[in-house]
């Protein structure tokens, strides 16, 4: 495992991590869950990222209950606030800042995150607030360090024009050879900015795993079929996408990949990620994963796979 150092911090995050969006304490057993994450440790992975919303709290009680017996020091822990906790419970503000983020930390039953993440902007709350309390959440030691879910970037702009607050480190866009918005603006102005992308979905939920065939109904035990993780998949799970896809496997095998490695691969090959945050509900999966990190790929095999992905999805005119 390969490790790159995360924004103008002094973290290093495993270059492929374990994310629990949808999968840990809702749509994963336990025991799977907990089989997992001790597998992702075994190959080095060293950044776990979650989120309060994730099962309404669910997914950091179980990684507050799974994490006790390593020591604090031994991993990078990342979680997020905004979406909705409860009735009243939402978004952004300096009361919301302070609350969820303790209840985030009894959850976890931890004394600090080392990541404490904006999951979207909040156009209800000044940014000031915002950025006020999430420094204070800095200089109280709850929080080593702050980053953003999907900010626009006339906001992070504005983020960074702020004086006297917390800078943030880290920006997690949903990015991968399905959805490169990030290229555009997000992506130089963190760049510029010594703030690293951490990717969520880097196989497009799966679909790049190519386990999904065009002609065939998804497999039982996979997430496109699972009725609490299989939700937002319905943009991707599009016959003309999935035919790309299979594609590309030939392709990944020329590099000597599987095709979800292949697809880490390239999400990897922009500097500015820091690392690819995996879904994983068997420990295999992870291990198939985390052995995409510090792999060589020839470019031009990179080439290829955009040109057929980007004529799947429309994005360049064909003959």
């Known amino acids: 495992m390969k490790y790159r150092k995360l924004g103008s911090s002094d973290l290093e995050v495993s270059e492929i991590s374990l994310g629990s969006w949808l999968t840990y304490g809702v749509g994963v057993e336990a025991d799977k869950a907990r089989a997992c994450l001790e597998e992702a440790f075994a190959q080095g992975i060293n950044f776990i990222d979650t989120a309060n919303i994730y099962g309404r709290g669910a997914a950091e009680s179980f990684l507050g209950d799974a994490l006790q017996t390593r020591p604090r020091d031994s991993y990078v822990l990342a979680t997020k606030l905004y979406f909705p906790m409860s009735e009243t419970d939402r978004g952004l503000s300096r009361g919301q800042v302070e609350k969820q983020l303790d209840a985030s930390l009894q959850r976890l039953r931890t004394d600090y995150v080392d990541l404490y993440q904006c999951h979207r902007y909040d156009r209800d709350t000044l940014l000031e607030e915002t950025m006020e309390a999430l420094t204070r959440a800095v200089e109280s030691g709850k929080a080593r360090y702050i980053g953003f879910s999907e900010w626009p970037a006339d906001r992070i702009q504005a983020a960074l024009d702020l004086t006297g607050v ?141 040109q057929i992905i980007d004529e799947a999805l429309g994005r360049v005119e064909t003959a």
Request: proline share 9%; hydrophobic share 40%; glycine share 6%.
């Open 166 to 306: 917390a800078k943030f480190v880290s920006s997690q866009p949903q990015y991968s050879l399905l959805w490169r918005d990030p290229e555009e603006e997000v992506i130089p102005l963190c760049a510029a900015n010594e703030i690293s992308q951490i990717v969520w979905s880097p196989l497009g939920q799966g679909v790049l795993s190519g386990k999904y065939d065009p002609d065939s109904p998804p497999p039982r035990d996979s997430r496109a079929a699972s009725e609490e993780m299989g939700g937002f998949m319905d943009r991707l799970m599009q016959p003309d996408v999935l035919r790309a896809v299979q594609r590309l496997k030939p392709i990944a095998e020329e590099a000597g990949l599987t095709l979800p490695q292949f697809a880490l691969a390239w999400v990897l090959r922009e500097p500015n990620v820091a690392s690819a945050i995996i879904g994983a509900s068997r420990p295999e999966q992870v291990r198939e994963n985390a052995a995409a990190s510090g792999v060589i790929v020839d470019t031009q095999l990179f080439l290829r796979v955009e």
